[in-house]
């Protein structure tokens, strides 16, 4: 999420405590003919708007451990008050290692805050190359642990593959943190806003698109099928596909905000957060279930 847009939903968010309006009516954007992917709605939970609206994920180790969510108010104070004010859609490695994405409104970097499975938590930062953005809206970690994607805000052609601080063991904390080599999409995508891997090659994305031009539908959830597992010294390419506009379904009506996603390969369950317009971002913010079939 661009600083502009952070701006703006944590008006929203102070400015709904005292609004007296009621909720005007439903609208729900129809799917466009042919959009509807492998991806079955299976049901959904109440988004909490501070603590669960900006991404999740399953966490394997510890076993029985509880999905992780991020959201303005799961910032640590200590983080924040040193300028890292957002953070993204996070994700962990099969072995256990929780990574979470930061942001800041100024300055050349974004940081990696890492949970080790032991529960330490290390911060690895990384200086923006020519031309990178700053935002730092989510990570995809490869199943094989050893790297980490990220995505950047607006209309991109390309992922960025980091080796995965705290686990590939070329990473420090006392060093910048490189970028390793790139996804070469095949075709545009917008506002990404979460990824994850479905397989050794496959994502699964949520777009915040709000134009609707790249795929002909809005919202988009997005499959990126790359040509090979990410190993950090050679670009992949990545074939995108658009299965399905994910739900928009409120009491109020305005523009709906597609946030973080997570596959859990345990229970094959796909969960995506969207995030309800105007006063209902209090009330039905939901984080919705999918099923392949």
């Not at 190359?129 to 209309?155: F, K, R």
């Not at 994850?196 to 994305?205: I, K, V």
């Not at 609707?212 to 990126?224: A, E, M, Y």
């Not at 995030?275 to 984080?287: A, H, M, N, Y």
Request: charged letters at 15%; one cysteine or more.
């Amino acid at each position: 999420m661009p600083a502009s847009a952070r701006q703006r939903c944590h008006a929203v968010l102070a400015g709904l405590v005292t609004l007296a309006t009621a909720a005007v009516v439903s609208l729900a954007a129809p799917t466009p003919a042919g959009a509807a992917g492998i991806w079955t709605e299976t049901g959904s939970d109440r988004a909490d708007p501070l603590t669960e609206s900006q991404g999740l994920t399953s966490v394997e180790v510890p076993a029985n451990s509880p999905n992780h969510y991020t959201g303005i108010g799961t910032i640590p104070l200590g983080v924040s008050s040193r300028g890292w004010n957002h953070v993204g859609d996070p994700d962990a490695s099969y072995n256990g290692y929780y990574i979470e994405p930061y942001q800041r409104d100024s300055g050349n970097s974004k940081m990696f805050r890492v949970q080790a499975p032991g529960g330490a938590w290390t911060e690895y930062v990384h200086t923006l190359g020519a031309g990178e953005a700053p935002n730092n809206s989510w990570v995809a970690i490869s199943p094989d642990g050893q790297w980490m994607l990220s995505g950047e805000w607006g209309t991109m052609t390309r992922l960025l593959v980091f080796p995965t601080p705290g686990v590939n063991p070329s990473t420090s904390p006392s060093a910048n943190l490189p970028l390793a080599s790139t996804v070469r999409l095949e075709h545009a995508v917008r506002d990404v806003q979460g990824c994850d891997f479905s397989g050794p090659t496959t994502l699964l994305c949520s777009s915040d698109d709000p134009e609707g031009s790249l795929f002909g539908l809005t919202k988009p959830l997005l499959q990126i099928d790359l040509s090979a597992a990410p190993n950090g010294t050679a670009d992949v390419s990545g074939h995108v596909t658009a299965l399905r506009q994910l739900p928009l379904r409120s009491s109020c009506s305005g523009g709906f905000e597609a946030e973080g996603i997570d596959y859990d390969r345990r229970s094959g369950v796909l969960r995506v957060i969207v995030i309800s317009p105007g006063f209902c971002v209090l009330t039905d913010s939901k984080t919705y279930k999918f099923s392949r079939g």
